[in-house]
């Protein structure tokens, strides 16, 4: 276990719709790190917030959002869902301020578009 | 981050010591060398972290040599449940720059019965 929550774990929806996927990071944690992985894909580094502050992106698309809150657990939220948006969405979170320190990673959420 | 480069798969016979290389040239002065492993539909997990040398811990050893453009992950008398695809990141944990996360595709590492 390694400290880090994700909820929910499966989520099926429409396409057009919006999701909220939630993490709570490790206790102490400042950093948390969003994750896409496509089936047999790689992880694709979506945005990264420091003490609720964004602090690096990546290949965000302009329909995903995410912030970080005061008590540090973060939302990403996906809207007008898409089949290809279907995925496992991952978050991490360090007690670095960078994603060069370890990172430990939430269970996932799968999220499948229909 | 600095571009790394690893096998895309390696195979190996179960208790054998599995290396695993991955190539980063551009390797910066504050960067660390971050080991990953990840099981199908399941989030990664952290192996072991080194800026030089060796570190050992229960699991691996990571060996890195004296230009650190380089780095090996040794994972000994490895079993079945050693099949996962594994990662190397490299990066500076504590400043702040133009990170882009990229954990590539890793290396597919099947053990043979």
């Known amino acids: 276990d390694s400290g880090v929550t994700q909820t929910p774990k499966h989520l099926i929806t429409a396409t057009g719709q919006r999701v909220t996927l939630r993490c709570s990071p490790r206790s102490g944690d400042l950093s948390v790190y969003w994750y896409q992985q496509s089936l047999d894909q790689g992880l694709q580094f979506l945005i990264q917030?420091?003490?609720?502050?964004?602090?690096a992106k990546g290949n965000i698309l302009e329909r995903f959002s995410a912030q970080q809150f005061p008590d540090l657990h973060s939302e990403l939220n996906l809207s007008s869902l898409e089949l290809g948006d279907s995925a496992l969405y991952f978050c991490a979170s360090s007690n670095t301020p960078t994603g060069g320190g370890e990172q430990y990673f939430g269970p996932g959420t799968r999220l499948t578009v229909t | 981050l600095a571009k790394t480069t690893q096998p895309i798969s390696m195979d190996s016979y179960e208790g054998q010591e599995v290396n695993i290389t991955c190539s980063h040239n551009n390797i910066a002065t504050n960067d660390y060398i971050t080991w990953y492993q990840q099981f199908p539909s399941q989030g990664p997990r952290f192996i072991i972290q080194?800026?030089?040398t060796k570190v050992t811990n229960e699991v691996a050893s990571l060996f890195i040599p004296a230009d650190r453009k380089s780095s090996t992950l040794s994972l000994p008398r490895v079993s079945l449940s050693d099949t996962a695809v594994y990662y190397c990141?490299?990066?500076?944990?504590?400043?702040?720059?133009?990170?882009?996360?990229?954990f590539g595709t890793g290396t597919r590492l099947t053990i043979i019965p």
């Open positions: 080194g800026y030089k």
């Open positions: 990141l490299v990066g500076d944990p504590f400043n702040f720059g133009n990170e882009k996360l990229t």
């Open positions: 917030y420091y003490n609720g502050e964004e602090r």
